[in-house]
């Protein structure tokens, strides 16, 4: 079965610092990984996707994902948090047929002045 | 276009009645899904949809049901509800075929059962 593993719940950076969200996954084959991003009482829109082409991602608003598979990891990074990035981050993988995703228990990214 | 629009935004609920949250979208996705989100948990896929005519079920079905009986529109009903239905509900939809994984999120259905 395959699973993702967010190591953090709550993480938080002072504005204009670097972002780190950690995410590990299980997969018995080459995963499909994605990350989702979650801004307050709104619904969940693609931030990236990796589907086993470049293992270094760039998605939207200057984040990017590094896949590891020596590492069963998947992190999100940004060199430079704005307050605009304050959400919920949600590392997700594929499972099976017609796109069923199942989600990480999200990471919650707080940026501060 | 309005993407996935999910109706109501806000309902609550005694324990026992029942109810349908609507899902529509316009953009000729033909799958579609309904999601929950219960707070530290993720979101746990409900039911799922690959067409008009076909669902099937997700992770958590039960005291759930589908119906999918145009592309546009999905339907997610519950019948006699539960407290430990209270959540947040999402429909989504996705293009399929080889460009999955991609979904298409509503804006989310906040359901509270007293």
């Known amino acids: 079965a395959q699973s993702v593993t967010q190591l953090d719940s709550h993480v938080s950076v002072s504005e204009g610092t670097p972002v780190l969200l950690r995410c590990n996954y299980s997969s018995s084959y080459s995963p499909s990984l994605f990350w989702y991003v979650q801004h307050p009482n709104k619904g969940l829109q693609l931030l990236l996707k990796y589907t086993s082409a470049a293992t270094l991602v760039k998605g939207i608003n200057g984040f990017e994902a590094e896949f590891k598979k020596s590492e069963t990891s998947f992190h999100l990074t940004k060199p430079s948090a704005h307050m605009s990035d304050a959400a919920e981050y949600f590392c997700?993988?594929?499972?099976?047929?017609?796109?069923?995703?199942?989600f990480g228990t999200g990471t919650r990214l707080q940026v501060t002045l | 276009n309005a993407g996935v629009t999910q109706t109501p935004k806000f309902r609550i609920l005694k324990i026992g009645q029942s109810m349908t949250l609507q899902c529509t979208q316009d953009m000729n996705h033909n799958y579609m899904y309904w999601y929950r989100q219960d707070p530290g948990m993720g979101l746990k896929l409900i039911y799922y949809?690959?067409?008009?005519?076909?669902?099937d079920k997700g992770e958590v079905p039960n005291g759930y049901n589908v119906s999918r009986s145009t592309t546009e529109d999905f339907p997610l009903r519950l019948e006699l509800a539960a407290p430990s239905q209270t959540s947040v509900y999402f429909c989504a939809c996705a293009m399929g075929g080889s460009n999955t994984g991609e979904l298409f999120f509503g804006e989310g259905s906040r359901l509270t059962v007293l």
């Open positions: 949809s690959v067409g008009a005519g076909i669902t």
């Open positions: 997700v993988v594929r499972t099976g047929t017609a796109s069923k995703l199942t």
